[in-house]
């Protein structure tokens, strides 16, 4: 098993709609809130998040979000209520 770390932040396009900047891979938990901090100083939104599964395989859990501040796209925010 291995865990990656991503924090993955957005900017609103010309039109208002949601814009997903590069992934950033984090080293850790703690790690990747820190990433997400900062970047939400110069971002509309920031979601960080984990994902464990077998590279082997292929197969991986579902993500489990560390940490978000400011807005995300509506599919997102739905994903994490259900």
Same mark, same amino acid.
């Given at each position: 098993?291995?865990?990656?770390?991503?924090?993955?932040?957005? &900017?609103?396009?010309?039109?208002? @709609? $949601?814009?997903?900047?590069?992934p950033?891979?984090?080293?850790?938990? /703690?790690? #990747?809130?820190?990433?997400?901090?900062?970047?939400?100083? &110069?971002?509309?939104?920031?979601? @960080? $998040?984990?994902?464990?599964?077998?590279?082997?395989?292929?197969?991986? /859990?579902? #993500?489990?979000?560390?940490?978000?501040?400011?807005?995300?796209?509506?599919?997102?925010?739905? @994903?994490?209520?259900?």
């Amino acid at each position: 098993m291995i865990t990656y770390f991503v924090v993955q932040s957005f &900017t609103l396009g010309s039109r208002g @709609a $949601f814009l997903a900047d590069d992934p950033v891979q984090a080293t850790g938990p /703690e790690h #990747a809130q820190r990433l997400a901090e900062r970047l939400a100083a &110069t971002k509309v939104g920031v979601i @960080a $998040f984990s994902r464990s599964g077998d590279l082997a395989t292929g197969e991986f /859990e579902d #993500a489990r979000v560390l940490f978000t501040i400011g807005d995300l796209p509506t599919e997102i925010e739905e @994903a994490m209520v259900a």
